[in-house]
T-cell receptor
C-alpha cells in the first residue's frame, strides 16, 4: 500500500553484526518480490529477488525470507559493513504479462555503526 | 550491469514553467521504461509506464496532461512536467526494462531532483 506521510523506519546495527529488515506487502497475486538498496541521491539498486513459490533465497551475505501466510518479507544482511548503510525497499511485482509493475514498500533506513 | 542515465541530475525552475527530464538506456534497448516520483523520506511511487512507440499508461491520480511522457526510441524516454508548481518538487526516477524480463533486469536511473520555486 501507499506510505504517504510516513517517516522511514530506522535500524542501527553495529558493524559486523547481522541485520534484519522487514516488509509487509499487500497484493497476494504478486508473482515475485525484490529488495532494493538506495543510497542518498541515487536510484534503487537491485539486491535480491524471490519468486512467490519460494520461501527462502540466499545470495552473497543476504538472505530473503517470504511468508505468504502473513504477507511478510524480510532481508537479512550478514556481517554488515559501513557500505551497507542505505535505505532498503521491498517491492512486489504484479500484473498481467507485459503489464507488470512494481509497488514499493515504505523503506527502512539502515545505519551501520563503526 | 546495464546503465541508465538521467539528465539533468538537478534542476531548479520557476513556478509556471515546464521542465523536461530525459531517461536513457546507454547499453541496451528498452521497450518499456517506468517513471517514479519520490518525496523526501518516502517510497517510490509509480507515475506511468512508457512503451516505445505507444502512449504511456498513467497510474491513478497522475495527470497525463501535466506529466507528458514521450518514448520515441528504444533508448530514450522523456518526462515533461508542464506548468510546474512548488508541490511538484520531488525526486523523479526512471527505470528501463531490458529483456529477458526478470526481477534483476529492470535498471534504475540515478534520479533527477526537481525544485520548483
Amino acid at each position: 500500500g501507499e506510505s504517504v506521510g510516513l517517516h522511514l523506519p530506522t535500524l542501527s546495527v553495529q558493524e559486523g553484526d547481522n541485520s534484519i529488515i522487514n516488509c509487509a506487502y499487500s497484493n497476494s497475486a504478486s508473482d515475485y518480490f525484490i529488495w532494493y538498496k538506495q543510497e542518498s541521491g541515487k536510484g534503487p539498486q537491485f539486491i535480491i529477488d524471490i519468486r512467490s513459490n519460494m520461501d527462502k533465497r540466499q545470495g552473497q551475505r543476504v538472505t530473503v525470507l517470504l511468508n505468504k501466510t502473513v504477507k511478510h518479507l524480510s532481508l537479512q544482511i550478514a556481517a554488515t559493513q559501513p557500505g551497507d548503510s542505505a535505505v532498503y525497499f521491498c517491492a512486489e511485482n504484479w500484473g498481467n504479462f507485459g503489464n507488470e509493475k512494481l509497488t514499493f514498500g515504505t523503506g527502512t533506513r539502515l545505519t551501520i555503526i563503526p | 550491469g546495464a546503465v541508465v542515465s538521467q539528465h539533468p541530475s538537478r534542476v531548479i525552475c520557476k513556478s509556471g514553467t515546464s521542465v523536461k527530464i530525459e531517461c536513457r538506456s546507454l547499453d541496451f534497448q528498452a521497450t518499456t521504461m517506468f517513471w517514479y516520483r519520490q518525496f523526501p523520506k518516502q517510497s517510490l511511487m509509480l507515475m506511468a509506464t512508457s512503451n516505445e512507440g505507444s502512449k504511456a499508461t498513467y497510474e491513478q491520480g497522475v495527470e497525463k496532461d501535466k506529466f507528458l511522457i514521450n518514448h520515441a526510441s528504444l533508448t530514450l524516454s522523456t518526462l515533461t512536467v508542464t506548468s510546474a508548481h512548488p508541490e511538484d518538487s520531488s525526486f523523479y526516477i526512471c527505470s528501463a526494462q531490458r529483456r529477458p524480463v526478470r526481477a534483476d533486469t529492470q535498471y534504475f536511473g540515478p534520479g533527477t531532483r526537481l525544485t520548483v520555486l
